[in-house]
């Protein structure tokens, strides 16, 4: 996989990633809220997402129906490399503590996130 996936691709992979298998048209009512595009233009992005090996399709009965060869996790992840590797140790922190304010995380989160921080420390987990 590349780097990291553009945001138009971004938004087809978290649709396949909730709803696959899709046909085009499924595809197309999924997304309708998210872009405002016609027909050829997810042709285009669909074309050039197979040729990268990002979607797959079979097709059945004379149409493709589109599946992600991705796991969601695995492009998180590249996203993740790339962006940290792009900066600085305390740029890179101060990022994670304006994301992690900004998130609005329950309760239940906020302990998961102590509980993983205190793990990664090699010190003992702390209540919230």
Same mark, same amino acid.
């Given at each position: 996989?590349?780097?990291? @996936?553009?945001k138009?691709?971004?938004?087809?992979?978290?649709? @396949?990633?909730?709803?696959?298998?899709?046909?085009?048209?499924?595809?197309?009512?999924?997304?309708?809220t998210?872009?405002?595009?016609?027909?050829?233009?997810? @042709?285009?992005?669909?074309?050039r997402m197979?040729?990268?090996?990002?979607?797959?399709f079979?097709?059945?009965?004379?149409?493709r129906?589109?599946?992600?060869?991705?796991?969601?996790?695995?492009?998180?992840?590249?996203?993740?490399d790339?962006?940290?590797?792009?900066?600085?140790?305390?740029?890179?922190?101060? @990022?994670?503590?304006?994301?992690?304010?900004?998130?609005?995380?329950?309760?239940?989160?906020?302990?998961?996130?102590?509980?993983?921080?205190?793990?990664?420390?090699?010190?003992p987990?702390?209540?919230?």
């Open positions: 996989m590349r780097e990291t @996936l553009s138009n691709e971004w938004i087809i992979m978290e649709t @396949l990633w909730q709803r696959a298998p899709l046909y085009l048209s499924e595809l197309m009512v999924a997304m309708k998210s872009v405002d595009w016609n027909r050829s233009s997810y @042709l285009t992005y669909l074309k197979a040729d990268q090996g990002l979607v797959g079979e097709t059945v009965r004379g149409s129906r589109y599946v992600p060869l991705l796991r969601r996790d695995e492009c998180v992840e590249a996203e993740s790339a962006l940290l590797g792009r900066m600085s140790e305390q740029s890179a922190k101060l @990022l994670l503590v304006s994301m992690v304010q900004k998130s609005g995380l329950g309760e239940t989160d906020r302990k998961a996130l102590q509980e993983l921080i205190a793990r990664l420390g090699g010190g987990e702390t209540e919230a």
